[in-house]
């Protein structure tokens, strides 16, 4: 079964933690990406890989970190830096940057 | 053109209905526009993509228009079911940042039986 899987579905998080959330993907992609949903809004990007062991910050990337060590993989940490982390998170993938992206069913990160 | 305010437009139509949904983007320069579905609590669900040398494409009961001189996408929803009833993103494609998406507000599709 073939897709981009996240996990977990909701994070809870006390202020000046750490976390890291999953992407998985099976579908042989090379770019993936993570955006961040807020209420009522569009997607915005925080970092994007087009290649295993590159990444590159997109629009919003101060307090995030990703690794790309595997091309399957791309997790996101949310660090005590970024100031208001609660959010939707959401993972994509797609060929290359010159195709569609495809999404996981998303991350529900709420710091306590 | 990018994600604004917290208030999405919302469109209410009748089971059975067409439903168009409209929205601008910014970049003159851009050339490949995809229309996302997103369910509540869901990721972004793919329904339709068109390039800038094309005009117009049709899917399943979806049509997408693209209008270059004033910078303007539609998509179509023919024959509206309970089941379309979702928020409606259009995207563009920023092929120098790494094929980064840039959403437009988003509408919010209301389906009535």
């Known amino acids: 079964d073939g897709g981009i899987t996240q996990s977990p579905k909701y994070l809870f998080r006390k202020e000046g933690q750490n976390v890291t959330l999953s992407c998985e993907q099976n579908?042989?992609?090379?770019?993936m990406y993570w955006y961040r949903q807020d209420p009522g809004q569009g997607l915005r990007l925080i970092y994007y890989?087009?290649?295993?062991?590159?990444?590159q910050k997109g629009d919003i990337a101060e307090g995030y970190s990703v690794s790309r060590e595997k091309k399957e993989s791309f997790p996101l940490t949310v660090t005590s830096a970024q100031k208001n982390p609660t959010a939707f998170y959401l993972c994509?993938?797609?060929?290359?940057?010159?195709?569609?992206?495809?999404f996981g069913p998303g991350t529900r990160l709420t710091v306590l | 053109g990018e994600s604004v305010g917290l208030h999405l437009p919302t469109l209410s139509v009748q089971e059975g209905d067409n439903s168009i949904i409209n929205c601008a983007y910014s970049?003159?320069?851009?050339?490949?526009f995809i229309w996302y579905k997103q369910e509540s609590g869901k990721g972004p669900q793919f329904i339709i993509d068109?390039?800038?040398?094309?005009d117009k494409r049709q899917g399943q009961r979806v049509t997408v228009l693209l209008n270059k001189t004033v910078k303007h996408l539609s998509l179509q929803i023919a024959a509206t079911q309970p089941g379309d009833s979702a928020v409606y993103f259009c995207?563009?494609?920023?092929?120098?940042?790494?094929?980064?998406?840039?959403f437009g507000q988003g509408t919010e599709l209301s389906v009535k039986p």
């Open positions: 970049n003159s320069a851009s050339d490949y």
């Open positions: 068109i390039r800038s040398n094309m």
């Open positions: 890989s087009q290649i295993v062991n590159d990444f």
């Open positions: 579908l042989n992609h090379d770019a």
């Open positions: 994509a993938s797609s060929m290359s940057s010159y195709n569609e992206q495809f």
């Open positions: 995207a563009e494609i920023y092929y120098n940042q790494g094929g980064k998406l840039i």
